[in-house]
């Protein structure tokens, strides 16, 4: 059993960064694949970025890259999303996912011009 909770979100300015954590407990977390997804209001759920176990390996979609950065520190059992240069379209409910098995309650970013 895992449990995440994320938080970390907030309302910012085109441009502006956001850093959101996700904390979790239970001996899975440190060994298990984290992501980040998305939901906007009226779509469905986006893949955003997920770290493997040891924090080697990154991955993120097109639309975020090159402006967002995966870590974790398993030590803390946390994993980061940096957000830097946010756009209107990265406004949604970010949600922390172990393994796309376990899930956080979200936290809201919204990016106003």
């Known amino acids: 059993q895992v449990e995440l909770v994320e938080s970390g979100g907030g309302s910012v300015q085109t441009g502006d960064s956001l850093s959101l954590s996700c904390v979790g407990s239970g001996r899975l977390f440190s060994t298990s694949h984290v992501g980040w997804v998305r939901q906007a209001p009226g779509k469905e759920r986006e893949w955003v970025a997920s770290?493997?176990?040891?924090?080697?390996?990154?991955y993120y979609a097109d639309s975020v890259k090159g402006r967002f950065t995966i870590s974790r520190d398993n030590a803390k059992n946390t994993v980061l999303l940096q957000m830097n240069s946010l756009r209107s379209e990265d406004t949604a409910v970010y949600y922390c996912?172990?393994?796309?098995?376990?899930w956080g309650q979200g936290t809201q970013v919204t990016v106003s011009s």
């Open positions: 996912t172990a393994s796309g098995v376990y």
């Open positions: 770290i493997n176990w040891d924090g080697v390996s990154t």
